[in-house]
């Protein structure tokens, strides 16, 4: 299938969500505070194009989105916004770790038992592993960029797996971002610990 045809197969609102998408991880990545924005209405348009292929934890992901993209607003609007970066000890990753599985585990089984949810357990996973990492990116915490990478991977499953697959190649993108990210963050952590 030609480019052309697949593109025409797409929603074009799910292209919208993607390139608002797309331009709240480049503002991102260079801590720039219109993110929030792009973010929220991209999250916006998600939530609805979720909801319409059964991907419930998805859908209520992107509600979470929207309230955290008012709150990093607010956030890096306190003067944050040129804090430094910082990273999380091994024990913050464990507990994040444990948190994250259980609740999958959790929802995956009440998905599964309760609705009718494509994927539950990818789905729960994908949601939950994604409620800490934007968490820790409204706090500059660098390690996110590599829960991200993880999460990246198993969307793009989840989603070709829908027929989402603009979004797909968003997520692919996505991974490309996240290690640029992740690059970009460490210089400046690496750079303010070194400052006197």
Known sequence: MDLLAW???????????????????????????????????????????????????????????????????WYWNTGTEQAPVVTWKPRAHLMALVAITLLTLLSGYLLTRYSDAALPYLDAFTTWASIVATIMVTRKVLENWLYWIVIDIASIYLYVSRELNITAVLFVLYIILACAGYWQWKRQLTTSTMSP
């Open 7 to 73: 593109l025409q197969m797409s929603s074009w609102l799910e292209l919208l969500a993607m390139v608002l998408a797309l331009a709240y991880l480049v503002l991102a990545i260079f801590q720039k505070r219109a993110c929030w924005f792009a973010a929220f209405v991209s999250t916006a348009i998600y939530t609805v194009i979720f909801w319409d292929v059964s991907l419930l934890m998805e859908s209520a992901l992107q509600v979470y989105y929207m309230v955290m993209a008012v709150y990093g607003w």
